[in-house]
């Protein structure tokens, strides 16, 4: 590639200047006028031809291998964020599934489940949902002024008892103050009572929701102006009217693999190993199945397109690095690829798998051939899938280990832009390169039309004087007839 060049450029620059010498000898030769303005073009080219090939030569180069470094770095890429879309898609992952979706909604846990559960739900969580009586005028009608108090703990039957452990909320309603002003002053206290004002067939009253659990009940105290009454018709207990009492405050509980168990919340975070569940219903008398589905197809699956995609990029890294016509046989991000590749099947991508857990992509049947292409080894993914499908299914997460994140890592170390050793700051060391070749060839293409400007100059001073030479000769020769003449 290089001797192609450097013969190239002789050629061009030998023909410029062969081409514009010839001109000038033939237009002072001949005695005819010369073309001063080709001739300077010409000679401004043929000085400056070889430099300007050269630096094309190198910028068509870097160009290649530019293009060759990114569609190797693209593909590392989409190997690693669409493994990781695989993923997040949940079917390469021990996912639970419920046969009684009314009765909850489930999840996968932090960890990984197996195996079967039941549940049978007795009671869901609920907030306490407490109404005031109507009030006369609407909801723009005053209600007097003073102060409300909330304050919070359980309720059972027609006791109250007070959560030491929280304080009390007060609340105060100045005067003048409507229904709506009421439900604001509540709301903007944000302590876990929620108001607003509804208008039935009764009027407008006030609606005041608490938060889900047993512990969350409350009830309301007023502490009225004397001047400006009202307010107390607000106020409740569980001694008083009942009928206000729409909701009662209580927990969820259940019976999870025959073990029964309460929580403040219908949300339930690992209430097994790999099971979260969202309570909506109650099943009693009919407890529903938990069981945990079987990954091992959709493994099978992604092992055998990774190892195909890997291959496609090996391919293309071999075509680039090949010692006699590859673009980036000497590419330092480029050997670091092949690096990376070459360790990829034995990497540690679960440092903290228990013995006997599979913790190595060779452990999912990833297998490196001498010529650095992968084949997928099917029975020892079988085997592991087999011995020990939760640790296998441990291995497909978007966590901290796994085979994304040995992917991901891959991926980030080779498109850095930061170091020398990596595909990304090849590019940015050749992208570097080729803008400073632009601009010395602006500055030699510069160099260039100064020198045509110069010679134009000099050349236009040339063909006047020999122009005028031309009339002298002219004159003379004239002259040199007439005496020959009368000689005669």
Known sequence: MTTTS????????????SSATAKLVSALGGGSGIDTASLAEQLASAQFASRLDQISSRSDKLATQISAASTLKSMVSTIASSFGDRVRTGDLAVNPQIANSAVA????GSLTGSGTSTLEVTSIAKGQTLVSPAISGGSTATVGSGTLTLRFGTISGTTFTADSSRAQVDVTVASGATLADVANAINAKGAGVTAYVA???????????????AANAFQIE??????DPGLSDLAWTPAGDATRLKSSATDAAYVLDGVSRTSTTNTITDAAPGLTLKLTGTNV?????????????????????????????????????????????NNPGARELRR????????KVMPNAATGEPSTLSDLGLKTNRDGTFTLDSTRLSATLSSSPAGAAKMFTTGLYGVYATLDKMSRAVTSTS???????????????QSKLATQKSDIETKQEELRQKLVTQYAGLDSRLSSSKSTLSFLQAQIDAWNAKSN
């Open 6 to 17: 450097t013969t190239s450029t002789s050629t061009t620059s030998a023909t410029s200047s």
């Open 105 to 108: 909604t489930v999840s996968k």
């Open 199 to 213: 208008t039935g067939s009764n009027g407008a009253q006030l609606v005041l929701k608490g938060k889900d659990g």
């Open 222 to 227: 007023a502490t009225e102006d004397a001047s």
């Open 285 to 329: 008398g009919s407890p529903t199945t938990i069981t945990f589905s079987d990954p091992a197809s959709g493994i099978q699956t992604a092992m055998e397109d990774l190892v195909s995609a890997l291959n496609t990029m090996v391919s293309e890294l071999n075509t680039d690095t090949d010692p006699t016509s590859g673009t980036l046989n």
């Open 340 to 347: 990376q590749l070459n360790s990829l099947a034995l990497s």
């Open 419 to 433: 170091s020398a050793n990596s595909l990304g700051g090849s590019i940015t060391s050749m992208t570097a390169l």
